[in-house]
């Protein structure tokens, strides 16, 4: 299996940036669907943003459609979430998974994907 360590987070006001990172250890990396999760404090893991193997595809949660861009570069092993307009539900701790497995649908779901992260603490404060 791929490991996987993130970087990035951090504490940031309403309406700012943060870029996020993760990088991934193997030789394997452009055959892994690559996603980013978020949980926050007494909810579910939930789905952010995903993009496949070779990236030209990328999908989003509609509540970061528009303000967040995932995107990797599979010659650094990296698959990165860039946010923008952040807001105070944004806050949470930020995974990142990869998934060998193949899917005729985006990969949306924390069961779709077989390697974490130990994930990375985004704060939005108002």
């Known amino acids: 299996q791929v490991q996987l360590v993130e970087s990035g987070g951090g504490l940031v006001q309403v309406g700012g940036s943060l870029r996020l990172s993760c990088a991934a250890s193997?030789?394997?990396?452009?055959?892994?669907?690559m996603g980013w999760f978020r949980q926050a404090p007494g909810k579910e893991r939930e789905f952010v943003a995903t993009i496949t193997r070779s990236g030209p595809n990328t999908y989003y949660a509609d509540s970061v459609k528009g303000r967040f861009t995932i995107s990797r570069d599979n010659t650094k092993n990296t698959v990165d979430l860039q946010m923008n307009s952040l807001k105070t539900e944004d806050t949470a701790v930020y995974y990142c998974?990869?998934?060998?497995?193949?899917?005729?649908?985006?990969?949306?779901?924390?069961?779709?994907?077989?390697?974490w992260g130990q994930g990375t603490q985004v704060t939005v404060s108002s």
């Open positions: 193997g030789r394997t990396f452009s055959s892994y669907t």
């Open positions: 998974a990869a998934s060998r497995n193949m899917y005729f649908r985006p990969a949306d779901r924390p069961t779709d994907f077989g390697s």
